[in-house]
């Protein structure tokens, strides 16, 4: 969902509507797309791809819920994809452990916990994250290096994953 990101940063800057819309419809055919598919189209249903994805959703949803031309029937086609990403995020066999995907899985959870905290089982997939980050730590964060990835981007990024998560936590009590 880059391109949807772009476009809702762009009605962020101008407060042009046709941004948003834009946005809204390059989402939703996403969707309808990956509700349809049979077969996963190179990383549809990838881990760390539908992570990337879940920052993207609420973006638009904060955008897009008070917007004038709300649709309701929009909006709660954006909510029940989020609840299909949460619901694959948390799925043990989606899980990976050892990598920043793993990491990226379980702050897009917390992140849904967060923009969304009256969905229902909020609870039960915030404590998974949790959970599942306390366990990582561990590993993720070694003496090898700030965390355990063999490079210097990925050093960079585990830095502002544990950043993200530990902006979260707080809100989340």
């Given at each position: 969902?880059?391109?949807?990101?772009?476009?809702?940063?762009?009605?962020?800057?101008?407060?042009?509507?046709?941004?948003?819309?834009?946005?809204?419809?390059?989402?939703?055919?996403?969707?309808?797309?990956?509700?349809?598919?049979?077969?996963?189209?190179?990383?549809?249903?990838?881990?760390?791809?539908?992570?990337?994805?879940?920052?993207?959703?609420?973006?638009?949803?904060?955008?897009?819920?008070?917007?004038?031309?709300y649709d309701?029937?929009?909006?709660?086609?954006?909510?029940?994809?989020?609840?299909?990403?949460?619901?694959?995020l948390a799925?043990?066999?989606?899980?990976?452990?050892?990598?920043?995907?793993?990491?990226?899985?379980?702050?897009?959870?917390?992140?849904?916990?967060?923009?969304?905290?009256?969905?229902?089982?909020?609870?039960?997939?915030?404590?998974?994250?949790?959970?599942?980050?306390?366990?990582?730590?561990?590993?993720?964060?070694?003496?090898?290096?700030?965390?355990?990835?063999?490079?210097?981007?990925?050093?960079?990024?585990?830095?502002?994953?544990?950043?993200?998560?530990?902006?979260?936590?707080p809100i989340?009590?």
């Amino acid at each position: 969902l880059a391109s949807t990101e772009i476009l809702a940063r762009a009605y962020e800057i101008t407060h042009d509507d046709r941004w948003l819309e834009v946005a809204l419809q390059h989402a939703l055919g996403f969707i309808e797309h990956e509700r349809t598919a049979w077969l996963p189209d190179g990383f549809l249903w990838n881990d760390h791809a539908i992570a990337g994805r879940v920052s993207v959703l609420i973006k638009l949803w904060r955008l897009y819920r008070k917007h004038p031309d709300y649709d309701p029937a929009s909006g709660r086609r954006l909510i029940e994809h989020i609840l299909r990403c949460r619901n694959l995020l948390a799925k043990d066999s989606q899980f990976t452990f050892n990598t920043n995907h793993g990491v990226m899985q379980n702050i897009s959870l917390l992140q849904i916990a967060a923009a969304f905290p009256g969905l229902p089982d909020e609870q039960h997939f915030r404590r998974l994250a949790q959970d599942r980050l306390d366990r990582q730590l561990g590993f993720y964060v070694s003496p090898e290096g700030v965390v355990l990835e063999h490079s210097a981007e990925y050093h960079a990024l585990g830095i502002e994953l544990i950043g993200m998560a530990t902006s979260l936590l707080p809100i989340l009590n």
